[in-house]
């Protein structure tokens, strides 16, 4: 299973993780492996160079193994119209313009072979069972005998594509509710045949699959299962099953199974920044009594040191860091060579990657605008330095500062506060997002080994600014020839009688503690900002969950024998009596992330905080908060007082911009990016990848 080596050559920073790990025939150099991701770069042939590009990049970095998105090895099994697939010769071609890219660079790719099942987003999709599908619209047809047989061949003849097209493994997506997985749970199997019922029955597709697919690769091919060990849904599999169906898997030549926790309908949030780390690592553990073959360990496992302290366990063989290589390639490479403090650790955000994904967008990433744009978004060297003055510390300026730098200009970074951050360090003293740390540390490092000039508690004026009078240097080296503007957002004070009330107060004061709260709070505004903020007001002042109790709190099942290992959510009790109010008649949080939206609408919820929308606000005085409520057409229909300690408004934020118009006028070359551009919405997505494109636009 494993490669030895010795005490003088193992790494003194991650000796385990970057031992070798073999896995049949291929001799990875790591234990760090980049799970698949779906990026819409698989879906089109134009689109080729593009992904070579991006795998290419995760090769150069170190990855032990690359794994890629799922790859249809059937029409009825493609994830939407026209995806990717790996059915015949010339889908060989393309794919060996992959291979050989990975090859090129130094590293190795399995490619993931995927039938997504009643999770298709095309009419003609195929599953097990009768059930349909939550997530998509179509109807699907109940596989016959004749088409369960077609389905099994098709991935043995996709593997033996694959082969032929120079991956150095394949994975059989077997978890995540996609087919294979839709066979092997109640929850989605009601066949009465024998591919159906017992759990025999149940298991009988995978293991025909397996067989087909062994007889089609070399002996020494490897096949990895990604097996679902923790369904989260309802009539799911129980532990004995999973148990089972493992030992069947090596039995019949699987040479690793890399984990999958949780469907995509499930009601347990499994990727999230909330989620614990390495919350799920424990069943994949549980695997290391029943096979022998590597075990890769996945979901939120985010740092080296954390993957390191996981296989010091001795449970499992590899982990597996999807995002955390969207956010950087580079993450091996630098956990290698000591560097961690380096590393630009993904927070979990799923805004540019997952939220992307399911609505049919391109994955990229919130804090690597990059990931995915490789070929289009480049960093290099400049041909002339030039004397770049960035104004503010945030999101924005941060990554135009730091990207500035890398690229060989002079950079001086000013920010009014006394820390970098700015709405980030809001965000990290919200329940579940502490992560939002690991990015001000990454900044924080960044800009030190760039040798960015940082001024903290400077409020530069245009003056300064123009004459020079703000730089470390001296005389016309001290003049900038860029400025780029990056001063973010003010939070936005609604116009209601009584706003100035003492009772009243920003979200910022509130999150930062500037103020003390009440136990009763009206929170003004069902945004993003307010949903953070009511989390944040209805927990204690250590919001960090443990495990256990994040597990209470979400219903994850400890008896084995419970099916999917669901129950009964038991939360913790709020510790304040919280209302959220909109102006907006209909459901609160229609806007928020695709993936995560659902994870904060219910946790308000589950913290008995009571929504009131179609709401105007009246007045604010000592008895509380005043509103008036409407019904659908707009007219009013009863009055109501909120009595409350406190009011925390999050209705909005206002672009600070007060440096823009002189500077202009002056003549200076000026570059507004961030909340300072667009105060709408609060959107760090935005803001990293414009002070990316802004820095990469420098001449």
């Known amino acids: 299973m494993t490669s030895p080596t010795t005490p003088a050559s193992r790494n003194q920073h991650y000796p385990l993780l970057f031992e070798p790990l073999q896995i049949n025939g291929l001799t990875l150099p790591n234990r760090i492996v980049m799970g698949s991701m779906h990026t819409g770069l698989e879906d089109r042939l134009w689109d080729t160079d593009k992904l070579a590009a991006y795998y290419a990049e995760r090769a150069r970095g170190g990855a032990g193994l690359i794994i890629t998105g799922g790859f249809a090895t059937t029409r009825t099994g493609q994830l939407l119209p026209f995806a990717g697939k790996i059915t015949n010769r010339v889908d060989v071609a393309r794919h060996r313009r992959i291979t050989d890219e990975v090859h090129r660079n130094g590293g190795r790719i399995a490619i993931q072979l995927i039938h997504a099942g009643r999770y298709g987003y095309t009419p003609l999709k195929v599953a097990a069972g009768s059930e349909p599908s939550p997530i998509h619209p179509f109807k699907h047809l109940k596989m016959t005998e004749q088409i369960i047989w077609h389905v099994i061949r098709t991935f043995g003849q996709s593997a033996k594509l694959a082969e032929k097209a120079g991956y150095d493994a394949v994975e059989l997506m077997g978890g995540e509710g996609y087919l294979i ?261 990454y900044y924080t490092r960044q800009l030190e080994i760039n040798n960015v000039a940082v001024h903290l508690g400077k409020r530069v004026s245009a003056e300064e600014i123009l004459d020079g009078s703000a730089s470390n240097a001296k005389g016309d080296k001290a003049k900038f020839d860029d400025v780029i503007i990056a001063t973010g957002v003010t939070p936005r004070i609604p116009d209601i009688p009584g706003i100035d009330h003492p009772m009243v107060m920003t979200y910022a004061d509130a999150v930062l503690g500037h103020r003390e709260i009440g136990k009763r709070v009206a929170v003004i505004g069902a945004g993003g900002i307010g949903f953070d903020v009511t989390e944040f007001l209805t927990v204690d002042e250590s919001p960090t969950l443990n495990l256990k109790e994040w597990e209470q709190e979400w219903g994850v ?119 300072a551009d667009l105060a709408s919405e609060l959107d760090a997505k935005r803001a990293i990848r414009q002070g990316t494109e802004v820095a990469a636009a420098l001449p």
Not at 410 to 421: D, M, P, Q, T
Not at 561 to 577: Q, S, Y
């Open 181 to 441: 997985n839709q066979f092997l749970c109640p929850h989605t199997n009601d066949r009465t045949d024998k591919w159906g019922g017992s759990t025999e029955n149940r298991q009988r597709f995978l293991v025909e699959i397996i067989k087909e697919v062994r007889k089609h690769v070399s002996a020494d091919f490897p096949i990895i299962l990604r097996q679902s060990i923790a369904d989260f849904v309802k009539n799911g599999q129980t532990w004995d099953e999973i148990a089972l169906m493992a030992r069947k898997a090596q039995e019949h030549g699987v040479d690793a199974i890399n984990t999958d926790i949780g469907w995509h309908e499930a009601g347990i949030p499994t990727i999230v920044t909330s989620v614990p780390r390495g919350a799920f690592v424990k069943f994949t553990e549980r695997l290391r009594d029943e096979v022998s073959i590597p075990l890769i360990a996945s979901n939120r496992i985010n740092t080296p040191d954390f993957a390191e302290e996981i296989l010091e366990r001795g449970r499992v063989d590899a982990v597996s860091m999807a995002r955390p290589m969207l956010a950087d390639p580079d993450l091996p490479n630098k956990a290698r060579d000591g560097r961690a403090d380096e590393i630009n650790t993904c927070i979990g955000c799923n805004q540019a990657c997952l939220d992307h994904a399911f609505v049919g967008k391109k994955v990229s990433c919130l804090l690597n605008p990059r990931a995915g744009r490789e070929t289009t978004l480049t960093l290099g060297a400049t041909r002339r330095a030039r004397h770049v003055a960035v104004i503010g510390a945030g999101p924005a300026g941060l990554a135009a500062a730091v990207s500035a730098a890398q690229r060989g200009h002079r950079v001086e970074l000013f920010e009014a506060g006394e820390s970098i951050g700015g709405q980030f360090s809001i965000a990290a003293r919200i329940p579940g997002k502490e992560e939002f740390n690991e990015t001000i540390r």
């Open 557 to 675: 099942s400890e008896d084995l024998g419970v099916p999917g290992f669901v129950t009964k959510p038991r939360p913790l009790p709020p510790v304040r009596e919280v209302y959220m109010v909109q102006r907006k008649p209909g459901r609160q949080g229609k806007t928020l992330g695709k993936t995560t939206g659902w994870v904060h609408r219910a946790t308000v919820k589950m913290k008995q905080v009571e929504q009131i929308s179609a709401a105007s606000y009246d007045l604010i005085d000592d008895a509380g908060l005043h509103i008036t409520l409407h019904d659908k057409e707009g007219n009013p229909t009863d009055t109501r007082v909120l009595e409350v300690d406190n009011v925390v408004v999050c209705a909005g934020q206002e672009s600070v911009r007060e440096l823009v118009d002189p500077l202009t006028v002056a003549g200076i070359t000026t570059h507004v990016i961030g909340g």
